[in-house]
């Protein structure tokens, strides 16, 4: 069977992601509410809105970390079902960087890298390390190749997590919170990273509050509060004129 | 406050020294307070007592020479060692009623045995692979032919058939799947490496008709691990690929060549020196390393399916943990010496028996400790390996196992330790351990006497403590190796 990406019919459809009429509950709270959405390819969302409002909750479904319960979620061509051969499909095509990293401690940042391209690519070694030598370079720290994650700063780990999602060339990028947990003086040499891989034009689903990055990168802005999505506009529209009274409300709450 | 701004960067200093390390040293740390000093003179002198009580009793008093208990009357009433008892004795704590003219072979596969492992131990040893496939795959083979005997060449040959018909089986499944989706060269390549399977195939079970049913039945079961093995096939290397291709090769060819000379193979043999023979500390590290060696896979499956999903499996791995740590060992060897053998057909040598006993015992404890290895890895260790799309094998056995256990380092070792010393209870369902050995020897007539009762049990507990010492140094070694590698 031709795997779906390859056939030309689906090279033309632009949909990166298709998300309708998505429903999640954990237990009897409601935390994803008729979730509509349709990202195209190459296009850069910003996902905001107040803590538990269901912003990375909603893109850890796309790769399927988080079962969804009704509607329906395409991914590339892929609809995720309980099928785990669909699940690891899209998850193949799906880069996910995380708050805390979550780096490999017992690997070197060479290791983290060429793992998954080794097992689950089954590229040889010496391809894979190629491949990661290059996107350790892309995010500026082929130097530290042999070094324990434990060994470096906040922001050299966040980038080799980038740096490790992007070795398994992947079509879609989502990044949840990836700046929240480093100090102040990293956040932007992971910022920096993002924005050069937005350039690269590369589909992106940041959760973040880096509204600097919004303004710049985002082709969209999703606002999100109590599991629904309340507001999508473009940048300049939602941070001049927000139309919702919630998204008014809370960017003067991280605006001052 | 002014403002302050700094004018000139303050430079680099070496912390201060002491004029009298010693003084300081003894000012701080030993005579720090009253009560401080009072400890240490306390604990000094109780150690010192202690050591002086041994030196005297293993040295100073005791007696060297001699072959009799006459020799060591004396020392019945002046607290003293009967060495001339453990040298008497010395041949029967070591290998039991292993005949002494062939005990060269017991000698041998402990010279093996330590060849293979200290390199292993080595923590950063090469071929470590290749080292671990001797070791756990080959050398029990090996001792099992020299320690029991009989026929020599034909275990290897029928592990060999084993092992070729698996290979191909392998290769053979793995090629049929290429040649339907891969181009055409590839193609070509796979299908000549099914031909090639297939003539592996039939070459391995024409070796295997030799032998018995329970052979065939090992294939069966082969051919089940081979479907879920053509499903996840490893990557390798070039050179790799290489090293492993030669090593399989030789060994089909070692195989063969055992084959194809069958009459000269039949023919040479050791004698036969059943397990009630076996005995002393020669069974004591025979129990010991298969149930060390065997707890540990035990253990990471049984803890494994306790964190299943899947209620069944989950509810038989407590039934079965709970129910082996429940009851006291002796319970267990008991069962496994005198009632395993009402069920089957064909019960297993007594030694045999009392392995599994020892082995499921200490696996279902190395469960619980594993367990608390995987409950400390943080979730988003499990789901950036999902989100990478590794598999449950793949993130189990790259990504959660690896640093569940280097956490467990120490209750591992702890297990071991106690599995070790736990094995003079095989005494009880007559084996002759050590121990066992060294109570069969004090009930010799010409040596009766109170002395030789200190003196076994003092040579037999410095043996214990050798043991267990170096098994605790080892581990202190790896924690500080694996810890080194980890942080700044």
Redesign the interface.
């Known amino acids: 069977m031709l795997t779906a990406q390859n056939t030309p019919e689906l090279m033309a459809d632009p949909m990166a992601i298709r998300m309708v009429g998505v429903n999640k509950w954990f237990g009897a709270l409601h935390v994803l509410r008729d979730v509509n959405l349709e990202i195209t390819r190459g296009q850069k969302l910003v996902i905001c809105g107040p803590s538990g409002s269901g912003k990375s909750t909603m893109i850890r479904c796309i ?3 988080e079962a969804h319960q009704e509607g329906t979620i395409v991914v590339e061509g892929t609809e995720l079902t309980e099928d785990l051969k669909k699940v ?1 499909e899209i ?2 095509n ?3 960087v ?1 708050q ?1 990293f ?5 690997l070197t940042v060479l290791e983290n890298l060429t ?2 391209p ?3 690519k ?5 391809d894979a390390e190629e491949i990661a030598m290059h996107y350790l370079s892309k995010v500026r720290i082929p130097e530290q190749a042999n070094k ?1 994650p ?2 470096l700063s906040g922001g050299q780990q966040q980038r080799v997590a980038i740096a ?2 992007l070795c ?1 060339s992947p079509r879609i990028m989502l990044f949840d919170e990836p700046t929240s947990a480093l100090d102040p003086e990293m956040v932007k040499e992971v910022l920096d990273t993002m924005i050069s891989l937005a350039t690269d034009g590369m589909t992106m689903l940041c959760v973040t509050h880096e509204m600097g990055f919004a303004r710049q990168v985002a082709d969209l802005v999703v606002f999100m509060d109590h599991g629904q999505v309340v507001e999508v506009s473009g940048p300049e529209a939602f941070f001049g004129s927000p139309k919702h009274e919630r998204a008014k409300l809370f960017l003067s709450q991280i605006l001052h | 406050m002014e403002t302050y701004v700094q004018s000139h960067p303050i430079p680099v200093a070496q912390p201060p020294k002491h004029a009298s390390p010693l003084g300081r040293w003894l000012r701080h740390e030993i005579l720090a307070s009253p009560i401080q000093a009072v400890g240490t003179l306390l604990g000094l002198s109780l150690a010192l007592t202690l050591i002086w009580a041994l030196v005297d009793f293993t040295i100073v008093n005791a007696v060297w020479t001699g072959s009799n208990r006459a020799a060591c009357a004396m020392v019945d009433q002046q607290l003293g060692a009967c060495w001339p008892f453990i040298k008497d004795k010395l041949g029967q704590l070591m290998y039991g009623f292993y005949p002494a003219d062939a005990r060269w072979r017991v000698n041998l596969v402990y010279a093996v045995g330590l060849v293979l492992l200290i390199p292993l131990l080595h923590p950063r040893a090469r071929y470590k692979l290749h080292l671990s496939i001797a070791f756990f795959g080959l050398f029990p083979l090996f001792a099992y032919v020299l320690l029991y005997g009989g026929p020599v060449f034909r275990p290897w040959l029928r592990a060999g058939a084993t092992l070729v018909c698996f290979l191909a089986l392998t290769c053979l499944a793995v090629h049929l799947k290429l040649i339907n989706e891969q181009p055409f060269a590839r193609q070509v390549r796979a299908f000549g490496l099914v031909v090639a399977s297939i003539v592996a195939l039939v070459v391995g079970l024409a070796i295997a008709p030799v032998f018995e049913v329970a052979d065939r039945l090992n294939f069966a079961l082969l051919l089940l691990c081979l479907v879920a093995l053509a499903e996840n096939r490893s990557p390798r290397g070039e050179d790799r690929v290489w090293a492993e291709r030669g090593f399989c090769l030789a060994w089909a060819g070692f195989v063969l060549g055992l084959s194809c000379g069958f009459d000269i193979v039949a023919q040479p043999a050791l004698q036969i020196i059943p397990t009630s023979q076996w005995g002393g500390l020669f069974v004591t590290l025979v129990v010991a390393t298969t149930g060390i060696v065997a707890s540990v896979p035990i253990g990471i499956v049984l803890a494994l399916a306790r964190r299943s999903s899947a209620p069944i499996i989950r509810t038989l791995a407590i039934g079965f943990i709970e129910i082996v740590r429940g009851v006291p060992l002796i319970t267990i060897l008991f069962f496994s010496t005198y009632m395993l053998p009402l069920f089957l057909d064909q019960p297993p040598d007594g030694l045999v028996r009392v392995l599994i006993g020892v082995s499921l015992f200490a696996g279902a404890y190395m469960a619980e400790i594993i367990r608390g290895g995987l409950q400390a890895i943080p979730k988003g260790q499990y789901e950036a390996a999902a989100s990478l799309g590794l598999g449950y094998s793949q993130t189990m056995g790259l990504i959660v196992l690896p640093q569940a256990i280097r956490l467990v380092i120490p209750g591992v070792v702890n297990s071991f330790i106690g599995l070790f010393k736990d094995t003079t209870l095989v005494s009880v369902v007559s084996i002759f351990d050590l121990l066992g050995g060294m109570r069969a020897a004090f009930t010799d007539p010409a040596w009766s006497g109170p002395s030789i009762l200190y003196t076994g049990f003092a040579f037999t507990g410095m043996i214990y403590f050798g043991f267990c010492y170096l098994m605790s140094s080892y581990s202190r070694l790896m924690e500080e190796h694996l810890r080194v590698d980890h942080r700044t």
């Open positions: 790769n399927g970390l690891n998850r193949r799906v880069g996910m995380f805390h979550n780096l490999f401690p017992h793992l998954a080794v097992w689950v089954k590229l040889s070694r010496r324990y434990g060994q490790r999602s398994m």
